[in-house]
Nanobody, 125 residues
Framework: VQLQASGGGLVQAGGSLRLSCTTSGRTSSNRYMAWFRQTPGMEREFVAALKWSGRTTSYADSVKGRFTISGDNAKNAVFLQMNSLRPEDTAVYYC???????????????????WGQGTQVTVSS
């Protein structure tokens, strides 16, 4: 499975971006798909996750109410709609997929097996 993230860019605070993650395989073959982000010198941080079964979602507290994760099986894609962006959202965003992720580990990068290359999001103040 190969993941390809896109949609990053430069936006002013308060603006919106929509990230896309397309996969080479069936997205539903992975129990969870997620978005993480990372800034230089910092550990990779959980942003949002989608469980295909039941389409349940979870979010980091820092993005709850502003970001929305969704998926499209027909397009083998997962999306992250980011609204009301803040300068502290600036990071490289990675999509990840995990066939064996369980609920208790969905926020941990180590639980995910497949990773995209990352897309830069920069929010100016």
């Amino acid at each position: 499975v190969q993941l390809q993230a896109s949609g990053g860019g430069l936006v002013q605070a308060g603006g919106s971006l929509r990230l896309s993650c397309t996969t080479s395989g069936r997205t539903s073959s992975n129990r969870y798909m997620a978005w993480f982000r990372q800034t230089p010198g910092m550990e990779r941080e959980f942003v949002a996750a989608l469980k295909w079964s039941g389409r349940t979602t979870s979010y980091a507290d820092s993005v709850k109410g502003r970001f929305t994760i969704s998926g499209d099986n027909a397009k083998n894609a997962v999306f992250l709609q980011m609204n009301s962006l803040r300068p502290e959202d600036t990071a490289v965003y990675y999509c990840a997929a995990g066939p064996s992720v369980i609920q208790s580990s969905q926020t941990s990068p180590s639980a995910y097996y497949y990773w995209g290359q990352g897309t830069q999001v920069t929010v100016s103040s």
